[in-house]
């Protein structure tokens, strides 16, 4: 038994000491410049029109350009066009295509491969346009030697935003679902289906070029088998972090920015108690959003008051500075005929940041006299139970936002198929609608806040946070930003010293 | 004409799963339209795709269509990968089976030796602590194991690379969390036969016939694995149908990760075709296992 233990002790320390080695190792640069991350989720397809989900997005905007980018302030620069203008009475779309563009094969890019691309995308070589968006779109012609018109059947003023779909060359129409062939600073060099993306730097990029020489993108669906493929150095950039394991990320630099989501608590306003505007203040006074950050997201949250993150920093209202009330909300109970009020939330069980959050509200509505019962639902069950049914009563959702602001606002617009907050008032229809079809920008810019003020005022729901996404990047990472969309910019990374 | 009979009752059995999971498939909640493109797109891409997918048909002349699809080995398109469902399984096979070989391989390797030295040890510590370890073997969460492999052979040790990349050393360490709960399984149940084995008339009377300890234990082993081929058979039906946990920690692309995509994004054709995979190999290694049962023991084909 003595030798046994002195055995045991020898073991433990020989580990240490491989332990003590092994992280002697992290932060050691390789020598041609690739970068290595993981994705969650594998990407939908390499063809560029049947990419669905905002994490193949992320990814593939790297290889494929539109006409327009988007900027890390949330607006658009020219991309593929050089220049475009919008006429006066927001229908027709002209587009100066940028000389000298080469596409990932080497041919050059012309005129008509942007036409050509215009028309698959929306649907005119018989595929299922790409977004609904482009049934508006009334025709797309070749207006001058490097010039695109489109014209729209009516002004619609999110349209430039959905000009971000890229731009393929015209001789690649038959296998765009195997050769992913675009404009975008990195090219597809390797895909293993569920398994790794291999991006490598397209040294004939028109823009600026990528300062390394290639990503690797593993696709690993367990957070957990990420998080420990970035201790074991395997990769460099581990996205999504748990705020809660930063503690163990004392090697690495973690980088945290908001994401342009809005997390919030939604009371269906069709619900008997809810369709009472008393009642939702209430609740609303009840809830105190600083202490869900706190607990929820270890501080990483950007407190909202309206369903707009400020990241959209021209559209977005300023905070008011709303503050917890618990007086004034059993006060407005009262009036309202509501003391012992009680109700269930319905929460996506897959989401632990949601659930989480349902446990926190819960806890704070007692304080006024509320139960609150939480229920977890599978995602799939949600969608079609909760977002499309709006079969609930209370729910914990995170939705996240485009660049366009009437894509997050028309959620409350009473003709919207999927406002499952049951929301109506012809006021807020009207702006949303008024918005859509001006083209003084300023003009929209105010709709669009006054659209907020009504969301906030009428408290239609409890906005809760930005939740902010926090990345774990090796010490010799530099240049990672987050954009108000799902973007991850590998151009602009470099490694350093 | 027993097997004959056998395989139409079987064949029986696959169609009636095949349309009870489409029934069920279309009772549980969950639009497949709308869990792939969620929650943050336009009503009208969500319609836009339904017709596409063609949900908008009905139930009957959707279930008409797929088993026309069936009898002819297509199981239609799947929804998220846009690619045939055949295609989809086929391609992940490999790897799968190659999991499934490799784990049995060590479970055999190990059981067997293992339990043999457990009957045969007499100190009686030794004894405890090894029966100690075998429930411990049966008892241990995969998932658990499998992080804390990786966590020590990865990333302290460094030694295999966290998740599967490809190469075969990548696979060892799934392969052996997959494979200690089965050790413990059959390990455990090996020695009880041995026990059972020792105490037989015809051991005795071999015995008593001078016959040599080291052709006596062959024996006794021979007659104490032969009960387990059911048990094997069990786990490779579990292993080549999917090893849903282990396949989802260590990333590795094969039947099991598939069936996780597919449930997640009501991905119907995909689930169903899995499904029917499933029931097949469960129906062919059932009746492989009845062949090389009554090839092994005579007593069983006089028993019919």
Redesign the interface.
């Known amino acids: 038994m003595h030798l046994k233990g002195r055995n045991k002790k020898l073991i433990v320390l020989s580990?240490l000491g491989?332990?003590l080695l092994?992280c002697g190792?992290e932060g050691k640069a390789p020598e041609k410049k690739i970068v290595k991350t993981i994705t969650s989720m594998d990407i939908?397809?390499l063809n560029p029109y049947?990419l669905?989900?905002?994490g193949s997005e992320e990814i593939m905007m790297n290889v494929f350009e539109g006409l327009v980018m988007p900027t890390v302030e949330g607006g658009l620069y020219p991309a593929v066009a050089k220049e475009y203008n919008i006429s006066e009475d927001g229908l027709k779309y002209t587009f100066k295509i940028r000389d000298g563009i080469k596409f990932h094969n080497g041919n050059p890019l012309d005129v008509k491969d942007v036409e050509f691309s215009l028309r698959k995308m929306s649907g005119r070589e018989g595929d299922?346009?790409a977004?609904?968006?482009f049934?508006n779109i009334d025709d797309i012609k070749i207006t001058g030697e490097d010039e695109v018109t489109i014209t729209l059947k009516v002004p619609d003023s999110a349209f430039i935003y959905y000009m971000t779909e890229g731009i393929v060359p015209d001789e690649n129409k038959d296998s765009l679902?195997k050769e992913p062939i675009g404009t975008g600073p990195f090219k597809v060099s390797g895909y293993?289906?569920?398994?790794?993306i291999t991006l490598e730097k397209n040294n004939d990029y028109w823009g600026e070029k990528a300062k390394i020489d290639g990503v690797e993108i593993?696709?690993?669906?367990?957070a957990?088998?990420a998080f420990?493929?970035l201790?074991?150095?395997?990769i460099d950039i581990l996205p999504r972090v748990d705020s809660k394991r930063l503690n163990e990320l004392k090697n690495f630099k973690t980088i945290s920015g908001a994401q342009n989501t809005v997390q919030l608590f939604a009371l269906n306003n069709k619900f008997e108690p809810f369709s009472h505007k008393e009642v939702r203040e209430a609740i609303n006074l009840a809830v105190d959003k600083d202490g869900i950050i706190k607990n929820v997201m270890g501080g990483y949250g950007i407190k909202l008051e309206t369903n707009m993150s400020p990241v959209m920093k021209k559209f977005c209202i300023d905070n008011i500075g709303e503050k917890r009330d618990i007086e004034k909300a059993k006060e407005l109970l009262k009036n309202a005929g509501y003391e012992n009020l009680k109700f269930t939330v319905r929460v996506p069980s897959n989401y632990a940041m949601h659930v989480s959050t349902a446990q926190v509200i819960a806890e704070q509505l007692k304080e006024v006299g509320i139960t609150m019962e939480i229920e977890t639902v599978?995602?799939?069950?949600w969608?079609?139970?909760v977002?499309?049914g709006r079969k609930y009563e209370a729910t914990i959702?995170g939705?996240?936002g485009?660049l366009d602001p009437d894509?997050i606002l028309k959620r409350y617009a009473s003709d919207?198929?999927?406002n499952f907050f049951n929301y109506e008032n012809p006021k807020y229809d009207k702006l949303i609608a008024d918005a859509k079809i001006t083209s003084d920008e300023n003009k929209r810019i105010e709709y669009y806040k006054e659209a907020q003020r009504i969301l906030r005022d009428e408290n239609v729901a409890v906005f809760i946070m930005d939740p902010e996404l926090i990345t774990a990047v090796n010490k010799n990472i530099n240049g990672y930003v987050f954009y108000p969309l799902s973007f991850t910019n590998f151009a602009k990374i470099s490694i350093g010293e | 004409m027993f097997y004959i009979k056998k395989l139409s009752k079987m064949i029986f059995s696959i169609f009636l799963i095949g349309t009870l999971s489409f029934l069920l498939l279309e009772m549980?909640?969950?639009?497949p339209a709308?869990?792939?493109?969620?929650?943050?797109?336009?009503?009208?891409?969500i319609?836009?795709?339904r017709?596409?997918l063609g949900l908008n048909k009905s139930l009957i002349v959707r279930y008409l269509t797929w088993g026309k699809g069936v009898l002819a080995g297509d199981f239609g398109n799947s929804f998220?990968?846009?690619e045939p469902v055949v295609d989809l399984i086929i391609?992940r096979l490999p790897l799968t089976l190659e999991i499934a070989m490799i784990s049995i391989g060590i479970v055999f390797l190990v059981s067997v030796p293992l339990s043999f030295l457990l009957y045969k040890i007499k100190n009686k510590h030794v004894k405890k602590f090894g029966d100690f370890m075998i429930g411990v073997f049966i008892s241990v969460p995969s998932f658990w194991l499998g992080?804390i492999f990786?966590?020590v052979f990865?990333?302290?040790?460094?030694l295999f690379?966290?998740?599967?990349?490809?190469t075969f050393a990548s696979l060892l360490l799934p392969c052996v969390v997959i494979a200690i709960p089965n050790i413990g399984i059959i390990t455990s149940y090996i020695r009880s036969n041995l026990e059972y084995e020792m105490r037989e008339e015809y051991i005795k009377y071999l015995y008593v016939n001078g016959l040599k300890m080291k052709w006596l234990n062959l024996y006794i082993l021979k007659n104490s694995i032969l009960p387990v081929i059911p048990l094997i058979g069990i786990m490779i039906i579990d292993l080549i149908t999917g090893i849903v946990i282990i396949e989802?920690?260590?990333?590795i692309?094969g039947i099991g990760?598939l069936l996780?995509t597919s449930v997640?994004?009501?991905d119907i054709p995909l689930i169903q075709g899995l499904i029917f995979y499933t029931s097949v190999v469960l129906v062919l290694i059932n009746f492989i296992i009845d062949i090389l049962y009554s090839v092994i023991d005579p007593r069983i084909r006089g028993g019919e």
């Open positions: 580990l491989l332990a092994g190792k939908d397809s049947k669905v989900s905002s299922t346009p977004q609904a968006m049934s679902d293993e289906r569920e398994q790794k593993f696709v690993t669906p367990n957990e088998t420990l493929k201790l074991s150095g395997e599978e995602w799939a069950t969608l079609s139970e977002y499309s959702v939705l996240t485009k894509s919207y198929p999927r | 549980i909640p969950g639009d709308s869990a792939i493109l969620g929650v943050d797109s336009a009503p009208e891409d319609e836009l795709l017709e596409a998220k990968y846009s391609k992080i990786m966590f990865g990333v302290i040790l460094r690379s966290v998740g599967y990349n490809n989802q920690i260590f990333s692309p990760r996780i997640v994004t009501r």
